[in-house]
């Protein structure tokens, strides 16, 4: 039996080495801008003593970073915008599954990996906008109805190379067939107003200035606008809400496949998924938390509830290639 001293000095090094644990650095690769990120890692590390370093460029290269790293992994974490960036993360074998019952209880298996390779932490709806002054809600109805005559020359749209338009077109791909999504993309560029815009900023006061009547934009930048601007001149409407609702997609978090400190990695993934950071992590993004049992912001809950579509997000990453084929055949550049 060892002396009384021995097992003291045996159980203090114990003490310390799961403080030294507890205590890791976990390493961030994020596509998200420092501002809409540090409130939320400054919460983890003020209640937790875990620093967060976190790295911020495009996605693309991000995932090449990682992807050369290797073995020689810098990054524990890669967050990114939207399902269609999460699963070519998947696809390009840099990450790994996260399993964890805390996660999945927290966050809703339609924005959830199957794999478990990644999970959503905030939503946002991409949906229609329209000019208050021009337009009134009861003309809108569907994505598709936008493709109808009635809207020749008053429609705006983002270009075809943004994700985000891949993933909504991947998801009516899923729902309708290519056939018919292909006849729906020509009818809306048809019906543009003016060429493609290069972002949403742009196309809301596109809309606002009157140079078309409506597009479709992701809900945050329009929350950014109204914010900077109360008297914008543009609303915004959640269409098919009487079939399968409207196109919501994600910013989410996967863990490197030779990750540092997996375990460190998934405490705070586990922590971020939880009310207290969903709050905050929505809050700044002017988005919709995951976690369905938090409410969103009063700014964001103003905008109304709706029936968010129930396709599985991974969907926008597994019919993107076909989608973005099909947006060029339809002359959506």
Not at 145 to 150: I, T
Not at 165 to 186: C, P, R, V, Y
Not at 283 to 294: L, M
């Amino acid at each position: 039996m060892l002396p009384r001293k021995h097992v003291l000095a045996a159980l203090a090094l114990t003490l310390l080495g799961g403080t030294a644990q507890a205590a890791d650095e976990v390493v961030v690769y994020s596509s998200r801008i420092d501002e809409l990120i540090k409130p939320v890692f400054d919460a983890y590390t003020k209640e937790t003593g875990v620093k967060i370093k976190f790295i911020t460029d495009k996605e693309a290269p991000l995932m090449q970073r990682i992807k050369a790293e290797g073995q020689n992994a810098t990054a524990d974490l890669l967050l990114t915008v939207d399902a269609g960036n999460l699963w070519q993360a998947e696809q390009m074998g840099i990450l790994q599954p996260i399993k964890s019952e805390v996660i999945d209880k927290n966050i809703p298996a339609q924005y959830r990996a199957s794999s478990h390779d990644w999970t959503g932490l905030s939503l946002r709806a991409r949906t229609i906008a329209y000019s208050t002054d021009r337009v009134k809600p009861e003309e809108l109805s569907t994505y598709e109805a936008l493709a109808d005559k009635n809207w020749e020359g008053r429609l705006c749209l983002r270009t075809a190379k943004k994700v985000y338009n891949q993933s909504l077109t991947a998801t009516l791909i899923e729902t309708h067939g290519e056939k018919k999504t292909e006849e729906i993309i020509k009818g809306w560029v048809n019906n543009l107003s003016t060429d493609v815009f290069s972002d949403d900023t742009a196309l809301l006061q596109a809309i606002n200035a009157g140079q078309c009547d409506v597009g479709i934009v992701n809900t945050y930048y329009y929350g950014r606008l109204h914010k900077e601007d109360p008297k914008l001149a543009v609303k915004l409407f959640w269409p098919n809400q009487a079939d399968r609702g409207v196109h919501v997609n994600l910013s989410g978090i996967g863990l490197t496949k030779y990750a540092p400190h997996p375990e460190a990695a998934k405490k705070l993934v586990e922590w971020m998924t939880g009310p207290e950071a969903q709050k905050i992590f929505a809050g700044v993004n002017q988005e919709f938390p995951a976690n369905p049992s938090v409410a969103p912001s009063e700014e964001v809950a103003a905008w109304g509830k709706f029936k968010a579509d129930s396709i599985p997000v991974e969907i926008a990453g597994k019919r993107q290639a076909e989608a973005i084929r099909l947006m060029d055949r339809a002359g959506w550049n």
